[in-house]
Each structure stands twice: as structure tokens, then as C-alpha cells.
């Protein structure tokens, strides 16, 4: 179980950050997940916009490199996405995923806006 944060309305050129909390997990599994995030923009499909494996490794698509990253804090059991310099291209439902062992799990989704 996820569970999301941070979404919101914010102007061209801002920065958000969301968060997702996998509460009920152990830290042991915590740290060997892989995790990212996606969006979803209203007809459109669901698009990956950062990735993170469990050694650390992230991707980004180009549309978002330079101005995303995906982070965690294992004590928290979250991990973030920081959003900067937003476009209002980047306005969508945003969701986080986790991947462990082959089984895979969704937040809630959280809605960002971003206006002109």
C-alpha cells in the first residue's frame, strides 16, 4: 500500500515535491525496492517520468530530465519527487509505483496543475 502526497496548483516556473509512503513496509523490503514515478494526463496514456532502482540508479525521460528527480529517505519509508521549473505540459494525475519481487504497487494518484 502507497500513499501519496504534495500535489497542487502552482505556477510556470515553480517547484513542487511530492511524497509516497509505503507505511506498512519493512525496511529491509523498503530499500530493495524499485520505485518511480508516473503521470497521467487527462487523454493521454500513463507515461514513466523517473525511475529508481534499488542500487540507485535513475532514468528520465527527456522531457523531464534536468528538472525532476526522484529520492528516498529509508527511515521514512518515502520517496519523493522534486518538480522544478514546471511547465503547464506537466499539469496530470501523478502516481508512484513500487516494484518488489514481482509484485507491483500503486498510489492513490495526486493531482498537479500547472498554470501560465
Known amino acids: 500500500r502507497l500513499v501519496e502526497s504534495g500535489g497542487g496548483l502552482v505556477q510556470a516556473g515553480g517547484s513542487l515535491r511530492l511524497a509516497c509512503k509505503a507505511p506498512t513496509a519493512i525496511l529491509s523490503t523498503f530499500t530493495s525496492m524499485d520505485m518511480a514515478w508516473y503521470r497521467q494526463a487527462p487523454g493521454k496514456d500513463r507515461e514513466l517520468v523517473a525511475h529508481?532502482?534499488?542500487?540507485?540508479?535513475?532514468n528520465y525521460p527527456d522531457s523531464v530530465k534536468g528538472r525532476f528527480a526522484i529520492f528516498k529517505d529509508n527511515p521514512k519509508r518515502t520517496f519523493y519527487l522534486q518538480m522544478n521549473s514546471l511547465k503547464p505540459e506537466d499539469t496530470a494525475v501523478y502516481y508512484c509505483n513500487t516494484v518488489f519481487r514481482g509484485q507491483t504497487s500503486w498510489g492513490q494518484g495526486t493531482q498537479v496543475t500547472v498554470s501560465s
Open positions: 529508481r532502482t534499488s542500487d540507485s540508479n535513475t
